[in-house]
């Protein structure tokens, strides 16, 4: 059976079914109201098994964040497929640069061609970043890893 990826914002009946899954795969939900990240959403036969979102900084860049995919779904390129989703909405938004955190799935991340960065077009990348996905003494394995345009239009 295969997933459908749903491009737009995650209805608003949906929010709680993510939160529960982000949850699950332990990321960060508590900036959520307050951040409103751009959701998209997969799913199968009604159930929610994997999302993302782009959460929008300052000028042209967005944070690249809340990608998890269900346990008992993993496996079969839904993680890829969020990604590569989120990176078209985010050409077709005029977006020049992706930042993302990871603890857990750099080579993941690394694997379709995103690379550590310290900065982005010139700011310190903490600009970006809520405070509830800032590196700290609690989450200092964090990974900061970018995606600049020309990587992004395929270039």
């Known amino acids: 059976m295969s997933a459908e990826v749903f491009a737009d914002d995650a209805a608003l009946d949906d929010q709680g079914h993510i939160r ?18 751009q959701f998209i959403v997969s799913c199968e036969e009604g159930r929610i098994i994997a999302t993302g979102a782009l959460q929008r900084c300052a000028g042209c860049s967005a944070l690249l964040r809340s990608v998890a995919v269900a346990a008992d779904a993993r496996g079969r390129g839904l993680g890829q497929s969020i990604v590569r989703e989120l990176e078209r909405i985010a ?21 379709l061609g995103y690379r550590v960065k310290r900065a982005v077009l010139g700011k310190p990348l903490c600009e970006c970043l809520s405070d509830a996905v800032r590196p700290t003494r609690n989450n200092r394995n964090l990974v900061v890893m970018g995606f600049g345009h020309a990587a992004l239009s395929g270039s």
Do not use: K, R
């Open 20 to 37: 529960a899954l982000l949850e699950a795969c332990g990321l960060p939900t508590m900036d959520l109201a307050t951040s409103q990240p």
């Open 91 to 111: 050409l077709s938004e005029g977006i020049e640069w992706l930042t993302l955190l990871t603890q857990g799935a750099h080579a993941f991340f690394e694997s």
